[in-house]
């Protein structure tokens, strides 16, 4: 699912694009992808372009009066900028939206269509789709130890969860926990002043540097290349890699469609952690450390 650097960049190179422009037509092609009837999406029509924003992991493009289209991606919808004219994908194609300077296309990979757009009107209707995390940009560290400890879940539940942190989802709590030190199955109220400070500073750095990289990777072209396995990630995706700072292998916990990726002797002071299917099956001969492991 692209997270905060990814919806970032897709934010700053759509807006480049179709700001001051005027959107021409909206053709949708999933009937899965509109999630709203009133008002009708014929409305929208023949508007300028006033901004484009992040909302969360949502990207938002406002239309002159008030209008909004805000698209959530998921997990494996993306955008694709082309000439105006442009038809959408024959197999992947969800929507094509024509303004006067081009086409962005969504489209969305596999059988399970999640993607979805919402037409509205009025920042109020918009405010009612805001989940209400934090952004770590703009946040402090007292707000953040707040939202941190309002409730008693893993680190990996509560950096990815919407309602308190806004845009960090499954790779980049891998990568911010992994530079914090702190194992993903932590308790959020077990955590110390200084950890919660070391986290809080390791959110801020992580989608800090990513979002720069991937801009000087962009550069001027549409970002085309967008997943959430990238090559320079410390943990996330690098199952029995070695760790990049004490070259242990990464370890995994997988999920539902989901896994957490971490290092052991990193975070976790050598222990592995359970993973629920696998170490289920293997009980008494599931190694519990490192060491174990080896041998």
Known sequence: MPELPDVVLYVEHVASRIVGHTLIRIEVVSPN???TADPPIESVGNRVVRGVERLGKRVV???EDEWFLVFHLMIAGRFHWKP???KA???LGLATIEFSSGSLLLTEAGSRKRASLHVIRGRAALRALDPGGLEIFET???SFRDALTRENHTLKRTLTDPRILSGIGNAYSDEILHRAKLSPLRQSRQ????????LFDASRDVLREWLERLRREAGDEFPEGVTAFRAGMAVHGRYRQPCPVCDAPIQRIVYADNETNYCARCQTGGRLLADRALSRLLKNDW???LDEMDR
Do not use: D
């Open 33 to 35: 992808l509109l999630r």
């Open 61 to 63: 493009i406002e239309l």
């Open 84 to 86: 105006r004219g442009a």
């Open 89 to 91: 994908h024959r197999k």
């Open 140 to 142: 402090s560290l007292e």
């Open 191 to 198: 955590l110390e002043p200084p950890e919660i400070e070391r």
């Open 287 to 289: 190694p519990r450390s």
